[in-house]
C-alpha cells in the first residue's frame, strides 16, 4: 500500500508557500522554523527602500503562526494551546490566515498581536469552549 497526503497536509504546505511568497512580496524575509511547536516563521523586516536596492535587515523577529484553508468562507480554527502559544511569546506575534482559491493561487490575510487580540484570546481561554474560529473579515490583507 503506498503512502499517502491527505488534502489538510496538501493545504497546509501550499498555505506555507503562499505565506513564504507573500513576505518576500512585501519586504519580509520568512525564515521557516525547523522544529516548529506553534510558530511555523520567524520573519525579519527587510529594509531596503526598494526591488533592486540594498537595504539593512531588521534585529527583529516576528513569529508567525499560519493556517491555511480552502473553504469558501475562508475560516481557520484555533485551539486552546495554540491561543496559549501566541500569549505565552516573549516576542512581537502574529496570526495569518492564508485562504487558498485552488493550488496556484491565494489570499494572505493577517493579525498582530496587540492588546484587543490579546484580550480576545484571553476570553477564549477563559471560557469552556475547545476552539476559536477566525475568517479574513477578522483580519487584515497582507498588502496593509
Same mark, same amino acid.
Given at each position: 500500500? =503506498?503512502?499517502? /497526503?491527505? +488534502?489538510?497536509?496538501? @493545504? &497546509? +504546505?501550499?498555505g506555507? !508557500?503562499?505565506f513564504?511568497?507573500s ?5 519580509? @524575509? ?15 523586516p !527587510?529594509?531596503?527602500? &526598494?526591488?533592486?536596492?540594498?537595504g ?10 499560519? /493556517?491555511?484553508? !480552502?473553504?469558501d ?16 511569546a516573549?516576542? =512581537?506575534t &502574529?496570526?495569518?490566515l492564508?485562504?487558498l482559491?485552488?493550488?496556484?493561487s ?7 498581536? !496587540?492588546?484587543?487580540f490579546?484580550?480576545?484570546l484571553s476570553?477564549?481561554?477563559?471560557? +469552556?469552549k ?6 479574513p ?8
Amino acid at each position: 500500500m =503506498p503512502k499517502k /497526503r491527505n +488534502a489538510a497536509q496538501r @493545504i &497546509g +504546505a501550499i498555505g506555507e !508557500d503562499r505565506f513564504r511568497l507573500s513576505c518576500q512580496e512585501n519586504f519580509i @524575509i520568512p525564515n521557516k522554523v525547523e522544529h516548529d511547536f506553534g510558530f511555523d516563521f520567524l520573519c525579519q523586516p !527587510d529594509l531596503a527602500a &526598494g526591488f533592486g536596492r540594498t537595504g539593512p535587515v531588521s534585529g527583529v523577529f516576528v513569529g508567525f503562526s499560519v /493556517r491555511a484553508t !480552502d473553504r469558501d468562507d475562508g475560516r481557520i480554527r484555533l485551539n486552546q494551546a495554540d491561543a496559549e502559544c501566541l500569549l505565552a511569546a516573549q516576542f =512581537p506575534t &502574529g496570526l495569518a490566515l492564508v485562504k487558498l482559491n485552488g493550488p496556484k493561487s491565494a489570499a494572505v490575510y493577517f493579525r498582530m498581536m !496587540d492588546a484587543a487580540f490579546i484580550v480576545e484570546l484571553s476570553q477564549f481561554l477563559a471560557s +469552556a469552549k475547545k476552539s476559536k474560529h477566525f475568517t479574513p473579515k477578522d483580519m487584515r490583507p497582507v498588502a496593509e
